[in-house]
């Protein structure tokens, strides 16, 4: 079972984010804020391959755990980027998720991802080799990581993918338009959204805002404004807007420590309709809002 929140593990196997100052935790404290979401009834995680040793401390943390208390979603790492060649591919593809296992000390994952939208069209043999991985019972569902709309469009026409993640924020509301959620829900996938902070960028202390990014200036500074205005937070109102978009299935989050999370969860337990008028964000331009692009 998908709870509503999912906790995002790249920040605990790697230096992630925008605004991280501290690098990423060390393992007692990776592993303090995996029980912590756990005995908050955070039971849904997300890592990948490519999160340094993410999946290994996620292992870690789920060798006292029952696995059926909780959904773990990882990802297949980038194929062409690797020149893995056809030939090898499907011996590629299950010793990669041999090795997914191997670190997460589980038996079959519940939600494995293709990370790289552009190998589903690189190799026809893609999906049917997942197909057949999901038939041998090393993974539950086959899912999609996504960037833009427009390749959430081309997953809509696949229909052995189960699953998809999406980016989402307040800043990021391209995937609101042309009802793309709406047809992604009727057409059954589980939804994740990923990017409510935006790395952490909705954070940031405007002043401080690095060269590529001063164009976030004028909304940060809005976002800090309806915030103040409205006597609530940047956290609750990052939560409050993606939690009031009914498709979303689980709302994946980030954080570098306990506190942070604590914080959040908080914020996400008191959380009431969402009001707020966020039109003003609703067309930012896309190097500000893709990450890839900083
Ligand atoms: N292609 C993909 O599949 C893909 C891509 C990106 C991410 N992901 C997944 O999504 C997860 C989340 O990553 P994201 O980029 O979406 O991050 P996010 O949740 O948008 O932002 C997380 C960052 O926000 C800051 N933060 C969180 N709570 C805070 C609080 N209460 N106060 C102040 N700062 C706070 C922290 O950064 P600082 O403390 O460093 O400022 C934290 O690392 C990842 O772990 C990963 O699992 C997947």
Partial sequence: MVSRLTLGTAQLGLDYGI????GK?????????????????IRSFDTASVYGDSETILGDFLRNKEHSSCYITSKLGPLAKNEIHHSNLEQEIFQRIQTSLTNLKIECIDNYLIHDFQDIALYDELIPILIKAKSSGLIKSIGVSVYTPQEAEKIIEITEVDTIQIPLSILDQRFLK????KRLKERGFTI???????QGLVFMDVNNLPPNLTSANKYLTKLNQLAQENSTNLSKLALGFVNSIEEID???IGVDSVLQLKQNIEDFKSLDIFPFDTSIFANIDENIIDPRKW
Avoid at 25 to 41: G, M, R, S, V
Avoid at 178 to 181: D, G, V
């Fill in 25 to 41: 935790p060390q393992k007692k404290k990776a592993l303090d804020i995996l029980e912590f979401a756990f005995t908050n009834n």
């Fill in 19 to 22: 605004n991280n100052k501290i």
């Fill in 250 to 252: 689980s709302i994946i």
């Fill in 192 to 198: 994740f959204s990923r990017s409510v902070f935006l």
């Fill in 178 to 181: 042309n009802s793309l959620l």
